[in-house]
């Protein structure tokens, strides 16, 4: 059943197709449409929150909305709540028993994504979270990876999900009510959007990646994340493995410690090449203290003598500099 094709009132749908937008006037027609074109023998609904766009995104919505009022829904905010209030607000609006992910400025690239997705989640009550490959493209289409992520299809757990984020986006369709288990801190972390429902989602289930590329995750140079550099990048991941230690078992927690060391260690990698030494050295004492005694040892420690060394070198220069004055 095509979205398009649908004429009386839906049913409650089997799939929310949950598309957040901010001044994507551009980009968000080509999203819709490529949820729209979804081949089904279910109803599916596709529910747009935008979080107070200051251009046409909203009038390109409520177009889709007024030519598909069984199937679009636009729920247009007054003002700005920021990415993480927006998506749970969206979430929560959702009637499907599945939710299917879709930002405003990716698209889905074949037909029958929705259906696949739902009959793995379906047949497999243990799923709580089905992915598959994409498209890595630039704003003007252009293909800058055919296969994201680099990583094994099948069946995945804990242990890989926290080891990085490897599930994109619009790739993931989940189970309704997942986004109620996140904790508060949730809405602390922007812009880590999805990271940690994927967490919660595999306290309890599997995470399925599918053999399949079925969508194109654009390479936004403006946005939250992809806009401000690896040390920004670093330290949100360094603050989310601060944190998500709150909501697993122990048996985990050996990981977390694991790869917060490492996120430090390039922390303080990039801050001693910007001649940051005092925060390097800072950083550097985090990686040395966040692993196990044995996990990175290594790097670790060279990563906090080299933090030590530019350091002392740098108060011995300005000493001297100092002394050269008087």
Request: hydrophobic share 40%; glycine share 6%.
């Amino acid at each position: 059943m095509q979205a398009g094709s649908n004429s009386a009132v839906l049913s409650t749908p089997v799939v929310s197709v949950a598309i957040t937008s901010y001044n994507s006037e551009a980009v968000i027609a080509k999203a819709i449409e490529s949820a729209l074109a979804q081949r089904t023998g279910f109803p599916f609904e596709i529910v747009i929150a935008d979080d107070c766009s200051t251009d046409g995104t909203v009038a390109v919505a409520e177009a889709y909305q007024v030519k598909y009022p069984n199937v679009v829904r636009v729920l247009a905010r007054e003002k700005n709540v920021g990415t993480q209030r927006n998506y749970y607000d969206l979430f929560e609006q959702c009637k499907g028993k599945y939710i299917a992910w879709l930002d405003a400025d990716d698209f889905w690239t074949d037909p029958e994504k929705l259906a696949i997705q739902v009959k793995a989640l379906e047949d497999d009550p243990s799923v709580a979270v089905c992915g598959h490959f994409v498209r890595w493209v630039n704003p003007a289409g252009e293909v800058v990876r055919a296969r994201f992520p680099n990583v094994s299809a099948g069946r995945h757990g804990m242990a890989q999900i926290l080891v990085k984020n490897f599930l994109p986006s619009p790739s993931v369709v989940f189970r309704n009510g997942l986004h109620r288990k996140l904790p508060q801190w949730y809405f602390e972390i922007s812009p880590i959007t999805d990271w940690l429902l994927y967490v919660v989602a595999a306290l309890t289930g599997d995470i399925v990646l599918l053999e399949r590329v079925m969508a194109d995750y654009t390479l936004n140079p403006t946005s939250a994340f992809w806009s401000k550099g690896y040390l920004f990048l670093h330290t949100v991941n360094a603050d989310f493995y601060e944190r998500v230690e709150s909501v697993l078992p122990a048996k985990f927690h050996r990981i977390v410690r694991r790869y917060k060391g490492k996120q430090y260690e390039e922390i303080s990698y990039i801050l001693r090449k910007q001649g940051l030494f005092s925060e390097s050295r800072k950083a550097a004492v985090k990686a040395f203290c966040s692993p196990s005694s044995l996990d990175n040892f290594g790097s670790k420690g060279k990563s906090l003598i080299a933090s030590l060394v530019r350091e002392a070198e740098w108060r011995l220069k300005g000493a001297q500099t100092v002394s050269q004055k008087q």
